[in-house]
């Protein structure tokens, strides 16, 4: 008898996007196996979790952010049921504004109503009275929140183990037969394979032409006994209330790096920034550092190589994972499954010229 496993998908890597992927495919009935080498220091691993409506200091609402909130919404609380574990919590931010030009700055941007739909009531402003450096206004969003992302990666392994789905180690493109039916990888055979391998794609010789513009991110988890927990706090920084007066601050950003360990510099600059945000007594208990798989256009990246048939890439969820992962995993499983057209800036196409010029530079030994 031989014991091969068949299966529709073999997905490699089980972050933030095989994990997704994987659920998302589960549930549409179609059959998975993963491969993942697991490590501490992956993105999703490491990755605050946040997730908030509007970005940056034009306070602009992040790309498509009302579909891909309502969409995780669902999602995720959906999977807690099937997992029976919790690791997803919306709740309101704060925006701590201490400058009259900062003030007037999201005075205007609140007049357009798809930012102001975000305004949140009800809120407790006055437990900050005395907890932070002197601020001039406090604003509240709604459609915001966290989730710990390790958690879910860590109850859906075991979820996938227990159903033998899943096994532990590092793709190798040396066992992998293309067969008439598909792919044999070792005792796997599978229709497709679909490549969630995060920043370690460019290590793939598949995907490294690919124009990622990987960050480095740092982050800290502290201890403060005296901050209110209700809120997520941001300030150029973000603070989240992880429970039992821990909080994790953060992140850095860095697009030069050698490696992928927490530094000295990084940690100076979380903690001058939050010695400028906060008045109570902190003391430091992690520090983390990965790298975020990012593209030059910031977009995820979804679709099939160029030239290998039935080879997929689901990757390039940068610094919004959280949001955009069962999103875009619903959108690829309907391409995959149906043949519905992916969002045009998501798709893989708009880097093929990278990879036309990548092979003819080989082709001419350069
Ligand atoms: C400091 C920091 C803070 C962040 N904060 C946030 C945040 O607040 N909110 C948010 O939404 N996002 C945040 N992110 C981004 C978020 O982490 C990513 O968008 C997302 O987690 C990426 O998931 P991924 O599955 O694509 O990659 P990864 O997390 O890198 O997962 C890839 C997986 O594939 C495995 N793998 C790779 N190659 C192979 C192989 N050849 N064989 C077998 N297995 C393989 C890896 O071991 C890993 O398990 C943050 C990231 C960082 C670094």
Redesign the pocket.
């Known amino acids: 008898m031989s014991d091969q496993l068949s299966c529709d998908y073999l997905i490699?890597?089980?972050?933030?996007?095989?994990?997704v992927l994987a659920h998302t495919l589960l549930s549409k009935g179609k059959s998975i196996f993963i491969?993942?080498?697991?490590?501490d220091s992956?993105?999703?691993?490491?990755?605050?979790?946040?997730?908030h409506p509007v970005t940056g200091r034009r306070i602009v609402k992040s790309w498509m952010v009302d579909e891909l909130f309502s969409f995780a919404n669902n999602f995720y609380p959906g999977l807690e049921k099937l997992l029976e574990s919790k690791f997803f919590f919306p709740g309101n931010l704060i925006e701590i504004i201490s400058s009259a030009h900062e003030y007037n700055v999201w005075s205007e941007r609140l007049d357009d109503p798809g930012i102001a739909r975000y305004l949140a009531t009800d809120v407790r402003r006055e437990i900050y009275d005395d907890k932070l450096i002197r601020f001039l206004k406090l604003i509240a969003l709604s459609g915001a929140g966290?989730?710990d992302?390790a958690k879910y990666l860590d109850v859906s392994l075991k979820a996938f183990s227990k159903a033998g789905l899943l096994h532990s180690?590092?793709?190798?493109g040396q066992d992998l037969e293309v067969c008439e039916t598909g792919f044999n990888y070792k005792h796997i055979r599978a229709d497709k394979i679909i490549f969630?391998?995060?920043?370690?794609?460019l290590?793939?010789p598949l995907w490294s032409w690919i124009p990622f513009l990987q960050s480095?991110?740092?982050?800290l988890t502290i201890q403060a006994n005296t901050l209110p927990e209700e809120y997520i706090l941001m300030k150029g920084l973000?603070l989240i209330p992880l429970g039992k007066n821990r909080f994790r601050v953060?992140?850095?950003y860095s697009w030069k790096f050698t490696d992928e360990l927490p530094t000295e510099s990084a940690k100076l600059e979380l903690v001058s920034k939050l010695e400028e945000i906060i008045a109570v007594p902190f003391e430091i208990i992690e520090h983390?550092?990965?790298?975020?798989?990012t593209t030059k256009d910031r977009r995820p990246l979804i679709g099939e190589h160029p030239l290998r048939k039935n080879h997929f890439i689901?990757?390039g969820?940068?610094?919004?994972?959280?949001?955009?992962?069962p999103y875009f995993a619903n959108e690829f499983a309907n391409y995959l499954i149906s043949g519905k057209e992916l969002n045009q800036e998501v798709r893989i196409e708009r880097f093929y010229s990278a990879f036309n010029s990548a092979s003819s530079l080989l082709s001419k030994g350069g």
């Open positions: 490699i890597g089980q972050g933030l996007a095989g994990t491969l993942d080498e697991y490590r992956t993105s999703s691993r490491v990755a605050a979790g946040l997730f966290w989730m992302i180690g590092k793709f190798s969630c391998e995060g920043s370690d794609a290590q793939n480095k991110g740092e982050i973000f953060g992140s850095t983390k550092a990965a790298i975020r798989p689901f990757n969820l940068g610094t919004k994972g959280v949001l955009l992962a």
